[in-house]
């Protein structure tokens, strides 16, 4: 059964840094591209990033690029997602998920597999 979980939420002030971690298991790790998205309350799904199942090709939304760094560790089978320069907009639950083939894609839709998500709170 596929499962993601992710860790390294948490409260920061403005202008700190995170580094969100995406587990996934009971799936061939390199046989799927990564995607993260966030959720505030009251608001629609967005895109953050996505990366590609070699590590290529990474993507990210027009409100996190330059300060938002996705990245492999094949080592370990997990996917990072170092958050610099934090602003209390980037305040929401952050969420992995995982889509079989070589690239992710910015729709939510195009992916199967979900975590339960981890809370990022960024006070100014």
């Known amino acids: ?5 992710e860790t390294g939420g948490g409260l920061v002030q403005a202008g700190g840094s995170l580094r969100l971690t995406c587990a996934p298991s009971g799936l061939t790790f390199n046989h799927y591209a990564i995607g993260w998205f966030r959720q505030a309350p009251g608001k629609d799904r967005e895109f953050v ?5 070699r590590g290529t ?3 990210y939304g027009d409100s996190v690029k330059g ?3 996705v990245s492999r560790d094949y080592a370990k089978n997990i996917v990072h997602l170092q958050m610099n320069v934090l602003k209390p907009e980037d305040t929401a639950g952050y969420y992995c998920a995982a889509r079989p083939g070589p690239y992710g894609s910015r ?4 992916f199967a597999s979900w975590g339960q998500g981890t809370q990022v709170t960024v006070s100014s």
């Open 49 to 53: 990033s996505h990366i590609g199942w």
């Open 67 to 69: 300060r938002f760094t």
């Open 1 to 5: 059964q596929e499962r993601l979980v």
């Open 107 to 110: 729709r939510s839709s195009d």
């Open 57 to 59: 090709s990474p993507e």
